[in-house]
């Protein structure tokens, strides 16, 4: 490990963040983390439990009147001060998220700026929560609507992006003037933890938030979605997981935003642009190694174009360095842990079985570190694996179609309903296409939607609720409606 790598981890601190404190678990249990390029043990940090989970809900209990009742110009101030600091330390959180969770660091610096614009964006939000007045249809009484903070909420982050999705749930909490107890996944704790110590640096005050990492997530979230305190549950992972959650917080009836898995398809029609497709699918399939809810899984294509596009495609994906991300000009990082090659290898001998054709990479690397090559596959049987499950690595799976119908029909064919993709130089083709798309966000023309002035989301089995856009607030707002007599 270089001086400068040592010196960004001895930067962080490796305990729990509970009531503007750090602390040890109460068992005083600890675990490493990994980085997954070499399978060394970055650092060993506090691993918590359900007491330290529910000392961090007392806290989030705690500040929460204060905080809501905190000017919304003062609390915008405090969020926007920490995107300044994110961005002041854009690249020692590049390294430090690099070092935990593997993407090239390129990808790490991109990541950190569109975590902080979060911030930027919510920011601004924060005194723009409004209200209505108006007169009732009968003309005697009139309405009144107001929103106010939903409360303490709890927040389950995953390991894809260490801290785009902690900061995508804690800017609209924070400037709606809810606290929150955040759980970063086990595997990238250390970003949480980092912005833990910004939001304080930036004026946060004590218990706003809590960060409590920890190997236990059932246990911990038992305790704290049983807890009458806790308002809201917002997660983002698996699907699987996602059920769970909502059936878990049917007692206390939670509010909940379920960012879940998607199945995205990349739809190109023979009327498109190659050149763009080409790039719109380098970025959709191979940004954090495709190891995104929004990446690319199943490339539809016209019959017409279909392998023009996989030579092209597969010459790029062919071409990328891959390493251990540290290293400036690698394309290509490793994947989070062995389970994960072990799944991306299952669902690619699984389309060979099947009759698709390895138009390049195909598997796994030798030596440390979970890397998998970038691997194009075509003529993939529509009944493949790799058609119905969440890739989430390096692998371009190529279907064709022949006619717009079936494109849309195999578009549909999941029960995901995240993000599409379609390139066209058709608008009214794109837009009859987009209309019938089930999925809550389609990237046209353009293989990335991520915006944090963007309604994220999904439909279907990706989940409800927005994250980012004016939408974004929302989801942290209670809405309260007086019935005015005006005639009293
Ligand atoms: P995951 O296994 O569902 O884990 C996500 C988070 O849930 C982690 O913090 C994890 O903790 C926690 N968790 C696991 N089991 C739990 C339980 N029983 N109770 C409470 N929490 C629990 O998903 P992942 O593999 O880390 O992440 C990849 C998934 O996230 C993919 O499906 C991807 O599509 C989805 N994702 C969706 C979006 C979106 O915005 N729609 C964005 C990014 C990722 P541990 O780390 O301790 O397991």
Redesign the pocket.
């Known amino acids: 490990m270089s001086e400068r790598e040592q010196a960004v981890l001895s930067w962080v601190n490796k305990q729990l963040f509970i009531g503007g404190k750090w602390v040890d678990s109460s068992t005083g249990a600890t675990y490493g983390v990994e980085d997954p390029a070499t399978n060394l043990i970055l650092a060993q940090i506090a691993d918590a439990g359900p007491e330290d989970a529910v000392a961090a809900l007392d806290a989030a209990s705690a500040a929460f009147e204060a905080w809501a009742e905190t000017p919304p110009r003062a609390r915008a101030e405090v969020i926007r001060r920490a995107f300044e600091i994110i961005m002041e330390r854009q690249e020692d959180l590049a390294l430090l998220m690099t070092m935990e969770m593997g993407k090239p660091i390129s990808e790490s610096r991109s990541e950190v700026a569109y975590a902080a614009e979060f911030f930027r964006w919510f920011a601004e939000e924060a005194v723009r929560i409004d209200g209505r007045y108006y007169v009732a249809p009968d003309g005697n009484s009139r309405v009144l609507t107001m929103k106010q903070p939903v409360g303490p909420t709890y927040m ?6 260490p801290l785009a ?1 902690g900061t995508r749930k804690i800017g609209p909490a924070l400037a709606a003037g809810c606290t929150v107890v955040l ?5 990238t704790p250390l970003c949480s933890l980092a912005l833990a110590q910004i939001l304080t640096e930036a004026g946060l005050p004590g218990g706003v938030v809590n960060v409590v990492n ?5 246990p ?3 305790a704290l979605v049983a807890d009458g305190r806790l308002r809201k549950l917002s ?8 059920k ?2 909502v059936a ?1 917080s049917a007692d206390n009836l939670l509010r909940l935003s379920m ?4 199945n995205a398809p990349f739809i190109v029609f023979d009327d498109a642009d190659l050149d763009l497709a080409v790039e719109g699918a380098m970025v959709a399939k191979m940004r954090n190694m495709g ?4 990446s690319a899984n199943r490339f539809l294509v016209s019959a017409k174009v279909a392998d023009a596009f996989a030579d092209r495609l597969a010459a790029r994906m062919g071409a990328m360095r891959i390493g251990r991300g540290t290293e400036e000009g690698i394309q290509v990082g490793p994947l ?1 842990d062995a389970d994960a090659v072990a799944k991306v290898q299952g669902l690619v001998k699984d389309a060979l079985t099947r009759g698709a054709k390895l138009v390049t990479g195909g598997d796994k690397l030798d030596g440390a570190g979970h890397f998998f090559a970038p691997t194009v596959l075509t003529n993939v049987n529509r009944d493949a694996r790799i058609s119905a499950e ?1 890739i ?1 690595g390096p692998v371009a799976s190529i279907v064709t179609f022949d006619s717009e119908d079936e494109a849309i029909h195999l578009a549909n064919s999941t029960e995901y309903g ?1 993000v599409a993709y379609v390139f066209s130089q058709s608008l009214s083709r794109s837009l009859r296409v987009i209309e019938k798309l089930e999925t809550g966000m389609v990237g046209l023309n353009q293989g990335l939607v991520s915006n944090a002035a963007a309604p ?3 439909v279907k089995h ?2 409800f609720g927005r ?1 980012g856009g004016f939408e974004g607030i929302e989801e942290y707002l209670a809405l309260k409606y007086v019935a005015i007599n005006h005639r009293a």
Do not use: R, Y
């Open positions: 389950i982050t995953p390991w894809n992006f999705m759980k970063p996944a086990e595997q920890t190997t236990s997530p059932g911990i979230t038992d997660f983002t992972g698996s699907t699987e997981v996602g769970m959650l878990k960012e879940l898995g998607g190891e995104a809810c929004t989070i969440e989430f995240l994220f989301g999904g990706s989940g994250e």
